[in-house]
């Protein structure tokens, strides 16, 4: 065999690039990437919906446009490599593979002066398919794109057409172009404004002087930069020296790429207004890397920390490279992932380390401070008990608020008579366990007959607020996420059982006993400190 050419199948070749793994967004921002690399400053997407069900998506720009050879050139797959290598084009793909992910027909109409005529070329698989050949189609312009091209380009510019849209929806409508189809367009044009606010938000930020300024319009609405790191409240943590990430290339050259660390404030420290604007979500952690100013990755740890979690939700990273790391980060067809190799994931984890545990600090600690301002919540405990009526406590005869003694069925006979606190119109949810800061013995707790009105008393238990195993145990707990319930329960039973097993002349003796355990509970939490940040961490990071 003197010839070893051997062109591939055309047809399925060309059907199966439609599957690498685009979605509607990321197929429409590899679009947007060719507008912005011809120097666009305005791009224009509109997702139009025909009465007969038959869908079209149109891109206009007002960048440099093509001729006819440009044209040629540009719609080949794998066409040349650009001039401008910090262009967010890549390897001549995108154009081809992102349209057919959602469309059998992309046609591109361009232009370079206002002077010029329309160049225009289209490609159609089922044309392919029909011929079995790469060949595309070049056919007059009609009027329709005459008339997008007017209103979406302008004088001059490219406009790129999605037609046969057969994958743009995710299902097929009983009414083709009826209200549900519509309101799915309509989604689906919110969403992809949604992205686009994001992936470009460097572009579209008149104040961010890093990129130069593009307006991109959805369906006519101008998309609104959304920054992740939400600069006017977050705090970007790592040193200048931090910043700088230099990366060796398999050459020996070596290039830098840039490295920022922002916490964002908690959520209860943010109005509802802020609230929109951070969309802090466990999702939306991690690292967002920005090549040539374009975000292509966008949330997620990429290996360099385990999954995302709640306590390091407040931290994400601005990770910034230019085209000449592609080789180092794997980035793909897509612009869409890349890869960091081990020994840049444990350089990063490193520098991040300090951040990753501050940002967990915070919010752990705004978590502790607001348990603490909403006090100890005890409903589980008294839900608990409420709902356990085969417990084993003393029946209550009769209770006497004025000379605050109860009379008793327990286990020492009938009709025993106790002095005990008696409470009346208690809050039902409290009724069996309570936190109070009026335990005048200053024991950790007492026993109690409590009532939601003046009677229908029935056996509790009163917990000492500022007793040092409440302040420094119970408080860990709250903050840690450890059981109350399950001391609350404890307490509880202590008290039903000393109700249920006293009579008069016992009743100092379970007075000393409860003196006694409160005071050796004291002593032995003497060198106990008040829970902080680091001590509250290091237990949770146990449980």
Known sequence: MADLTNQPDATRLI???????????????????????????????????????????????????????????AMRYGAPARSNLASLGKFGLGLKTASTS???????????????????????????????????????VTADERDWFEELCGEKGTLVVWSKCDRLLSKEYDEPGGSQEQSAIRRLSERLREHVALIYHRFLD??????????????????????????????????????????????GSVETACLK?????????????????????????GFYIHREGRVIQQGGWLGVFGAAEPHTSLLRVEFDFSHKLDHAFKVDVKKSRILFDPALEDELKRRLQPAYREAGNRYRRRERDAAVER???HGSANKAIGNTPSTKKPSVESVDPATRVATLNNNRGPSIKLRVPVETNVNPKSMYVEAVDNITSGNLWEPAMRSSAETGFVPSVRINKYHDFYQKIYKRAAASGYAVEGIDLLMWAFAIAEQNNTNAELEPIFEDMREEISSNLKRLLREVPLPDDDEVMAREGQA
């Open 15 to 73: 059907y199966g690039l439609r599957d690498t793994g685009y979605n509607f967004n990321t197929a429409a921002a590899d679009i947007i990437d060719n507008s912005i690399a011809a120097m666009a400053t305005e791009v224009n997407v509109v997702l139009e919906l025909r009465p007969d069900g038959r869908k079209f998506v149109c891109f206009g720009d007002n960048g440099d446009g093509m001729d006819e050879e440009m044209l040629f050139a």
């Open 206 to 251: 008149p104040a961010d002087t890093r990129e130069r300024d593009v307006t991109i319009r959805v369906d006519g609405v101008a998309a609104a930069a959304w920054n992740p790191f939400f600069p006017a409240r977050a705090e970007q943590v790592l040193s200048k020296e931090q910043q700088l990430l230099e990366v060796e290339m398999e050459d």
């Open 375 to 377: 006090g100890i919540d």
């Open 261 to 285: 660390a922002w916490i964002l404030p908690n959520q209860r420290d943010l109005d509802a207004e802020e609230k929109k604007i951070a969309r802090i979500t466990n999702r939306g952690q």
């Open 102 to 140: 959602v469309c059998l027909r992309l046609t591109v109409i361009s232009r370079k002066l206002p002077s010029d005529p329309l160049a225009k070329l289209a490609w159609d698989l089922e044309y392919v398919e029909q011929e079995n050949e790469w060949r595309m189609l070049s056919e007059p």
